[in-house]
């Protein structure tokens, strides 16, 4: 198996933009999580999916941050409009149940 | 509140000098406490699962052990290529996957 894949692996854009992240989990893999991860904060949960269902997005930062998983291969992640405070490095990561979950390489977000 | 606590932020090591990390949590119900490896650049890769007090785990140089309150991993004569951010992050009862994670601590082992 590739593992959890991300796109792009970098994304730079201007501030107001709309950003979409997206994120193909591991197959046969049922739960499904958005991480955020910066320097001062280290790695915050922004959503997760069980089955496709989103099951908590309370770390979600506001509005304008949107995510949807319509199949169990497939995710997006999107901002929108982005803000230079979004910049971070933003993680998939995949689990069965409640065993390990396995992260993706991550999408280094910079807005300018 | 879940809560999930690494100490120390930064540790340097000399090539073959042990030490250990330290993971204390408050977690209500814990249902597994996982240790990655992060290397920079690159996403949190997996190295533990330990479920219950009393439990330990090995891997090469690397040993995790589980308390009622904290986990430690000891690292035993480290290698420069040991050196990474080490995360630990705890899932509690109910939660369906939520994993939380503790603010990392940074190992540089020096040739």
């Known amino acids: 198996d590739a593992g959890v894949i991300q796109s792009p692996r970098h994304e730079v854009t201007e501030m107001g933009q709309e950003v979409t992240l997206r994120c193909k989990p591991i197959s046969g893999h049922n739960s499904l999580f958005w991480y955020r991860q910066t320097m001062m904060r280290g790695l915050e949960l922004l959503i997760y999916f069980n089955n496709n269902v989103p099951i908590d997005d309370s770390g979600m930062p506001e509005d304008r941050f949107s995510a949807k998983m319509p199949n169990a291969s497939f995710s997006t992640l999107k901002i929108q409009p982005s803000e230079p405070r979004d910049s971070a490095v933003y993680f998939c990561a995949s689990s069965l149940g409640e065993s390990e979950a396995f992260f993706g390489q991550g999408t280094r977000l910079t807005v300018v | 509140e879940d809560q999930v606590t690494q100490s120390p932020e930064a540790l340097r090591l000399q090539e073959g000098e042990s030490s250990s990390l330290n993971c204390s949590y408050t977690?209500?119900?814990?249902?597994?406490l996982f240790w990655y490896r992060q290397d920079p650049g690159k996403g949190p890769e997996f190295l533990f699962t330990?479920?219950?007090a009393g439990e330990e785990k090995e891997k090469e140089r690397l040993k995790a052990t589980l308390t009622k309150k904290e986990s430690f991993l000891h690292i035993t004569a480290p290698k420069p290529e040991d050196s990474a951010t080490y995360l630990c992050?705890?899932?509690?009862?109910?939660?369906?996957?939520?994993?939380?994670f503790g603010q990392g601590t940074t190992l540089q082992v020096k040739p």
């Open positions: 992050a705890v899932r509690r009862s109910g939660n369906t996957g939520k994993l939380i």
């Open positions: 330990l479920y219950s």
């Open positions: 977690v209500s119900g814990l249902r597994g």
